[in-house]
């Protein structure tokens, strides 16, 4: 399916374009009053863009706690990938927001989702030395020996991104 095709193959016109880019505007400006009515006249709570991210995944992505908590009630599904193998989970991970991560673990995310190459959240976030997000992915059973298809592990992560915290962290896990 080509950016500009629906699900059936026909090409969408312009008005269906314009609409569809609207949806994914609410969901990265945290619009979730529109979002949730959008969803009550039957939008898919699960629906993707062109690069295969969901409602949630830009709705957590850029922090808004309030319409990506409305998605999961709604049964978004919070493993949903893009097309890079990425979760929302790994995307608030990599932007640092506990909170939204919390959310995430708490409608059922798996901590251990990793990507095409084997990174997993625990591993974005020693990347960017968060050691609040290292701590709460650990106390949701993130496995901190964990290794990527290349045998990088969040302790060596954080020594290859210079993350002196993310470090210190990582080796009492040792």
């Known amino acids: 399916m080509t950016e500009h095709q629906s699900t059936v193959g026909e090409p969408l016109d312009d008005?269906?374009?314009a609409f569809a880019e609207r949806v994914f505007d609410h969901a990265r400006s945290g619009d979730t009053d529109i979002l949730r009515a959008m969803i009550e006249q039957g939008?898919?709570?699960?629906?993707?863009?062109?690069k295969g991210d969901s409602l949630l995944m830009l709705a957590s992505y850029h922090g808004h706690i309030e319409t990506s908590k409305m998605l999961l009630v709604a049964k978004a599904d919070p493993d949903l990938r893009n097309q890079n193998g990425q979760t929302p989970l790994a995307g608030a991970a990599f932007k640092g927001n506990l909170d939204v991560?919390?959310?995430?673990?708490?409608?059922?995310?798996?901590?251990?989702?990793?990507?095409?190459?084997g990174k997993t959240?625990?591993?974005?976030?020693?990347?960017?030395n968060n050691v609040a997000a290292i701590d709460l992915?650990?106390?949701?059973?993130?496995?901190?020996?964990?290794?990527?298809?290349?045998?990088?592990?969040?302790?060596?992560?954080a020594r290859l991104m210079g993350g002196p915290e993310a470090v210190a962290r990582l080796e009492r896990e040792q």
Do not use: Q, W, Y
């Not at 939008?43 to 062109?50: D, G, K």
């Not at 959310?103 to 990507?115: F, I, M």
């Not at 992915?137 to 060596?156: E, F, I, Q, Y």
């Open 101 to 117: 991560i919390k959310l995430l673990l708490e409608h059922g995310a798996d901590v251990e989702g990793p990507t095409p190459d």
């Open 137 to 157: 992915l650990l106390s949701h059973g993130a496995d901190p020996k964990r290794s990527d298809n290349n045998g990088v592990t969040p302790l060596s992560a």
């Open 43 to 50: 939008l898919p709570v699960n629906l993707r863009n062109h």
């Open 15 to 17: 008005e269906a374009l």
């Open 121 to 128: 959240s625990l591993m974005m976030a020693a990347m960017f």
